[in-house]
């Protein structure tokens, strides 16, 4: 048992280390991350959503920042220039923030989509004619 798990994560490692290879090699910028998902859809808005969150970031020099969700520091990185960070996570609408300090250097808002429309307004009474 202990084989097929030491197997599986040796798979995701390698796996997060290839994506995170070929997203540094698409990186023009000093300091730039990849998100995902940043939208996400539930049944029911007010139920939020919960999904597994990724993220890698990478910079051309060493920084110590700190990954933040909703105002909540989830994972930090000492004089690193990349990492990676993946949680199921349950949201309803906030903000993902890296920070060097209290300096926000980079930001994405989530975002959660309802599978259930707005109710809608009836445009004219049911009693007209016309």
């Given at each position: 048992m202990w084989r097929v798990q030491c197997c599986?994560?040796?798979?995701?490692t390698v796996s997060l280390?290839?994506?995170?290879?070929?997203a540094?090699?698409?990186?023009?910028?000093?300091?730039?991350?990849?998100?995902?998902?940043?939208?996400?859809v539930a049944d029911?808005?007010?139920?939020?959503?919960e999904a597994?969150?990724?993220?890698?970031?990478?910079?051309?020099?060493p920084r110590t920042v700190c990954l933040y969700l909703a105002e909540q520091a989830e994972r930090c990185?000492?004089?690193a220039t990349s990492g990676q960070w993946r949680q199921q996570v349950n949201w309803q609408r906030g903000w993902l923030s890296l920070r060097q300090q209290q300096q926000v250097l980079l930001s994405t808002e989530l975002q959660v989509?309802?599978?259930?429309?707005?109710?809608?307004?009836?445009?004219?009474g049911a009693w007209s004619i016309f």
């Open positions: 599986l994560a040796l798979l995701l280390s290839s994506q995170a290879e070929r540094a090699d698409q990186c023009a910028e000093p300091l730039c991350w990849q998100v995902s998902p940043i939208v996400c029911k808005l007010e139920q939020g959503c597994e969150l990724r993220v890698i970031w990478f910079s051309d020099t990185w000492q004089e989509l309802s599978r259930q429309p707005a109710k809608r307004r009836r445009i004219s």
